[in-house]
């Protein structure tokens, strides 16, 4: 199979522009008769198939939700980066790019980076068009923030709702496609195989997810928008319908997944409360803009606080550790999310935690509350105010930035975060690994494409925050609806693909089989209860921090908890019915076969970068070490299935532009 | 504590639906729903099948679960969705009535999941700006108002889950809609088809079978993102200039 980057010759800079005028391309009586499938409706999937439709392909598009709004895009708080350079900062293209590659601890292809910076531009300006009511400022102008890793105010928001805003507006969009009939919208239908005929992707096996019916969709070529996989810990800010089935069908068909073992714990979230709990609830990175992290400097205190003894407001000022502010002062509270996660790890093992579990550190807004009220006292004149008063006007500034957040925490814990510092401890929230891909976001399949966060391509080791919803659009609205045409346009010959060939007939049969496998176990415990033992394991082994032992071991517990799904599961109702349970178990059982690919790339990676932190490898600092003259490569692993070893090859990286540094935010 | 569940059980559209009770613990710090999934994993282990429920996001802001709790769309509390609502809001021995959000439009799939593809159609009929990618000037080209812009974040922030229209006695879908209507109204990209918007979509909410609006206001009470009806009166002075002046086909 092809393993080319086809990244375009060319200055760094000029790369994408003069490779997109030199494309080629389809033209429009061809493009009428060419046909698309899109997995996947979230902000990569439905820009895309929106943006497809318009130019006049084709598209069949394909949600296991039932409506493509649903899509886990929506629950994006914080924002959304782009290079505009509006607050006269010193933002750049070239700086936002630098970030990127910088913040992914190196671990990105160059070209793909500077790609995406280019094109955040326009993201903007089209979400502007579309009617997306981001934050203004009193002039009328777009408002910005400031985002974890970086030191220029480029992140466009809407309130803490940025995610829901901009899929609304790629829903509409597509939904306006829709109407035409240029996109044919299927909801509630689950891919669960991917066809392919003569070395090239052709269609796909979808489940109906409300007849069980098994349905057979053909097409020109594939693409893929179907998130990550964070879900394979089981707790993660992630919906609890996300999942990793349709890319990894495609694994199991050829396709090679990078970097598996990239993933990003995100430090902000609501702590876990009890052993019932079904999912983690992430609180925006935009909140570190004011909140200060802390823990108290003693474990007697912390001790106390555990046990409701102290509150966070009985420590006084020089009892507190504010430990990201301490080891950082260069970006204080806003250190990247690999960074801030591991410390609130460091201090919680130092046992400085401050929730019953010993797991969760502060974070605190008195001082902005009181720093905005000073100043908003000032702007309306009113001399000497009280700490009352002051409070009083810098709750109400707060409140603007961040309610719905406040609310949601309070609504989730029942303590108000204006009174008493939240509580936060990391949490899976988002994969930088994916299915890997090249310059034109094809696969090692032709034919087969990957875009947003079911690729692999952009963040490195690590993802800066409010660079996801940039990617997911840009692939969608700006990239792939150009590169497609690389394919497409030596396909204008190929007449309309019927699903009738061996090859279909073959990947339905498998997908039978396996749902019959399934539904025929008929053992004693519940999908639900494997899934969580399997986030355990992933957790507890290739979470914060890893280790060679560790990692082995945890690979023969994933085998030996397959063992027993595959002859203890238990699923109720029918294969042909709307059955929720057999939904779970596909996902579960593909969940086990990544997670143990995870382990075993994390075991091939010896060095630490990013979210990758190797126990083996730090410096005394407690900092990551990497390794670049051994590791700086793309692992692209094929698999396949539990009896073969996976098999590495290696995408190495050249970094004609920037110079590999260690990555400091001292 | 203890609950006595009263659950809406029905096997699929075509079959005739009925109450059922079941027992659960619940711990305070549980959400609904984690609270459902404990007796959803409880029957399991019977070899029963589960309450069928819908759910995804479970941070109130996918719009996916709908169920009307002791009679209320997403249960007791003002401006929280069912998965936002946690079990600290009831007492040890409530008795709970849970039962899918019930309208003609949104016909019952099994137990509580229910079809919300006519929401969908709505959008499509009109809820959108007519850009194509690639056609936009400069994001800041337009200066809007802060308040404007923040007015129509307020109907934007819709997440189309439907209590609007288990609120209300005649089923109208009229929040929903005018959400919509007044957020592209409100903003000077979606000014340029707004007539022509409430007419499309307001045709296809009467052709989906929902309700006409009576001013009854509970959808606005329901409502997990409190949406204010004044967007229905946005809506309608749309609508009623868009009929004074010419037709236009959805």
């Given at each position: 199979m092809p393993f080319e980057a086809n990244v375009p010759p060319g200055p760094l800079g000029e790369k994408w522009t003069q490779y997109r005028g030199t494309m080629n391309l389809v033209a429009p009586n061809n493009k009428r008769r060419i046909e698309i499938i899109v997995v996947g409706t979230g902000l990569a999937g439905a820009s895309a198939a929106a943006t497809l439709g318009e130019l006049g392909y084709k598209v069949k598009c394909f949600t296991f939700h039932d409506s493509p709004r649903r899509a886990h895009s929506i629950a994006a708080q914080g924002g959304i980066n782009a290079a505009k350079n509006y607050q006269n900062d010193g933002d750049s293209v070239y700086r936002l790019f630098y970030d990127t590659i910088k913040g992914g601890d190196y671990r990105s292809r160059e070209s793909n980076v500077h790609r995406l910076a280019e094109v955040s531009r326009n993201i903007i300006d089209q979400a502007v068009a579309q009617g997306v009511p981001f934050a203004r400022e009193y002039g009328g102008l777009l408002a910005n923030r400031s985002f974890g890793g970086v030191q220029v105010s480029r992140t466009f928001y809407a309130r803490g709702q940025t995610g829901q805003q901009l899929l609304l507006g790629a829903y509409q969009s597509l939904s306006r496609q829709i109407s035409k009939g240029s996109v044919e919208m299927y909801n509630r239908h689950e891919m669960l195989d991917l066809v392919i005929e003569d070395g090239k992707a052709r269609g796909i096996i979808a489940r109906n997810l409300l007849t069980g019916e098994l349905e057979r969709h053909a097409a020109h070529c594939v693409v893929l928008g179907t998130g990550g996989y964070g879900n394979v810990f089981y707790l993660s800010t992630n919906a609890m319908n996300s999942n990793g089935t349709a890319a990894w069908r495609a694994v199991r068909r050829g396709a090679y997944m990078a970097n598996p073992c990239f993933t990003q714990i995100h430090p902000t979230c609501i702590p876990q409360s009890g052993d019932y709990q079904s999912k983690l609830t992430l609180m925006s990175e935009s909140l570190r803009n004011d909140g200060r992290v802390w823990v108290p400097k003693?474990?007697?205190?912390?001790?106390?606080?555990?046990?409701?003894?102290?509150?966070?407001?009985?420590?006084?000022?020089?009892?507190?550790?504010?430990?990201?502010?301490?080891?950082?002062?260069?970006?204080?509270?806003?250190?990247?999310?690999?960074?801030?996660?591991?410390?609130?790890?460091?201090?919680?093992?130092?046992?400085?935690?401050?929730?019953?579990?010993?797991?969760?550190?502060?974070?605190?807004?008195?001082?902005?509350?009181?720093?905005?009220?000073?100043?908003?006292?000032?702007?309306?004149?009113?001399?000497?105010?009280?700490?009352?008063?002051?409070?009083?006007?810098?709750?109400?500034?707060?409140?603007?930035?961040?309610?719905?957040?406040?609310?949601?925490?309070?609504?989730?814990?029942?303590?108000?975060?204006?009174?008493?510092?939240m509580k936060i401890y990391p949490a899976v929230h988002y994969t930088m690994g994916g299915l890997w891909?090249?310059?034109?976001?094809?696969?090692?399949?032709?034919?087969?494409?990957?875009?947003?966060?079911?690729?692999?391509?952009?963040?490195?080791?690590?993802?800066?925050?409010?660079?996801?919803?940039?990617?997911?659009?840009?692939?969608?609205?700006?990239?792939?609806?150009?590169?497609?045409?690389?394919?497409?346009?030596?396909?204008?010959?190929?007449?309309?693909?019927?699903?009738?060939?061996?090859?279909?007939?073959?990947?339905?049969?498998?997908?039978?089989?396996?749902?019959?496998?399934?539904?025929?176990?008929?053992?004693?415990?519940?999908?639900?209860?494997?899934?969580?033992?399997?986030?355990?394991?992933?957790?507890?082994?290739?979470?914060?921090?890893?280790?060679?032992?560790?990692?082995?071991?945890?690979?023969?517990?994933?085998?030996?908890?397959?063992?027993?799904?595959?002859?203890?599961?238990?699923?109720?109702?029918?294969?042909?019915?709307?059955?929720?349970?057999?939904?779970?178990?596909?996902?579960?059982?593909?969940?086990?076969?990544?997670?143990?690919?995870?382990?075993?790339?994390?075991?091939?990676?010896?060095?630490?970068?990013?979210?990758?932190?190797?126990?083996e490898y730090q410096t005394e600092e407690g900092e990551a070490l990497r390794d670049d003259e051994n590791y700086a490569y793309v692992s692209a692993w094929a698999y396949n299935g539990w009896e073969e070893e996976p098999v590495l090859h290696k995408e190495e990286l050249v970094f004609e532009n920037v110079e590999l540094k260690t990555r400091s935010y001292k | 504590m203890k609950l006595t569940l009263k659950i809406w059980r029905q096997k699929n559209a075509n079959t005739k639906g009925r109450f059922e009770t079941y027992q659960a613990e619940a711990s305070p710090d549980m959400s609904f729903l984690e609270m459902l999934d404990v007796l959803n994993e409880d029957l399991i282990s019977q070899k029963q099948e589960p309450v069928a429920f819908e759910h995804d996001c479970r941070e109130g802001i996918c719009g996916t679960c709908n169920m009307v709790i002791n009679g209320e769309p997403h249960g007791p509390m003002q401006g929280t969705t069912t998965c936002q609502l946690h079990m600290r809001h009831f007492n040890d021995g409530d008795t709970i009535v849970i039962?899918?959000?019930?309208?003609?439009?949104?016909?019952?799939?099994?137990?509580?999941?229910?079809?919300?593809?006519?929401?969908?159609?709505?959008?499509?009929?009109?809820?959108?700006?007519?850009?194509?990618?690639?056609?936009?000037?400069?994001?800041?080209?337009?200066?809007?108002?802060?308040?404007?812009?923040?007015?129509?974040?307020?109907?934007?922030?819709?997440?189309?889950?439907?209590?609007?229209?288990?609120?209300?006695?005649?089923?109208?879908?009229?929040?929903?809609?005018s959400a919509k209507v007044s957020h592209l109204a409100h903003m000077p990209q979606g000014k340029v088809e707004a007539k022509r918007r409430a007419q499309a979509m307001v045709n296809q909410m009467d052709e989906e079978g929902f309700g006409r609006c009576s001013n009854i206001t509970a959808c606005e009470a329901e409502c997990p993102k409190e949406i204010s009806v004044e967007h229905i009166a946005r809506l309608n002075r749309e609508y009623l200039s868009s009929s004074v002046g010419s037709q236009v086909k959805a």
């Open positions: 003693n474990q007697e205190d912390a001790k106390a606080i555990r046990e409701g003894q102290k509150t966070a407001n009985d420590i006084p000022e020089e009892e507190r550790d504010y430990y990201l502010e301490r080891r950082y002062p260069a970006f204080g509270n806003l250190v990247p999310r690999d960074v801030a996660s591991r410390a609130a790890k460091v201090a919680c093992d130092e046992g400085l935690g401050v929730a019953p579990t010993g797991l969760a550190v502060f974070l605190d807004f008195e001082s902005a509350i009181m720093r905005y009220g000073r100043s908003e006292a000032n702007t309306r004149g009113i001399d000497n105010p009280s700490e009352a008063k002051i409070r009083e006007l810098g709750k109400s500034v707060v409140e603007e930035k961040y309610g719905n957040l406040f609310e949601m925490y309070e609504k989730i814990t029942g303590d108000n975060p204006y009174q008493t510092p891909v090249d310059y034109n976001l094809q696969t090692n399949i032709p034919g087969l494409f990957s875009i947003g966060e079911s690729n692999f391509s952009d963040h490195g080791a690590n993802r800066l925050g409010a660079s996801a919803l940039m990617q997911g659009l840009a692939d969608g609205y700006f990239v792939l609806p150009y590169t497609i045409g690389q394919f497409l346009s030596k396909e204008i010959r190929t007449p309309k693909i019927e699903p009738t060939s061996e090859a279909f007939d073959k990947a339905e049969q498998d997908v039978q089989h396996r749902l019959d496998q399934l539904m025929n176990i008929k053992g004693n415990q519940s999908v639900e209860s494997f899934h969580r033992r399997l986030g355990k394991i992933m957790w507890d082994y290739c979470g914060m921090s890893r280790n060679a032992d560790g990692l082995q071991k945890a690979r023969k517990m994933i085998r030996e908890l397959k063992d027993e799904f595959y002859s203890d599961v238990f699923i109720p109702g029918d294969a042909k019915d709307y059955n929720p349970e057999l939904e779970k178990a596909h996902r579960v059982a593909d969940f086990m076969e990544l997670g143990e690919l995870m382990m075993v790339d994390a075991l091939d990676r010896n060095e630490s970068c990013g979210g990758h932190f190797r126990e | 039962e899918p959000f019930r309208a003609s439009a949104f016909p019952v799939i099994k137990d509580l999941a229910i079809d919300r593809d006519s929401f969908d159609r709505i959008i499509q009929a009109g809820g959108y700006v007519s850009i194509n990618t690639g056609q936009a000037q400069d994001g800041n080209a337009i200066p809007i108002e802060k308040e404007t812009a923040a007015e129509a974040f307020d109907a934007a922030s819709c997440i189309g889950c439907g209590a609007c229209v288990a609120a209300c006695p005649n089923a109208s879908a009229m929040l929903f809609v």
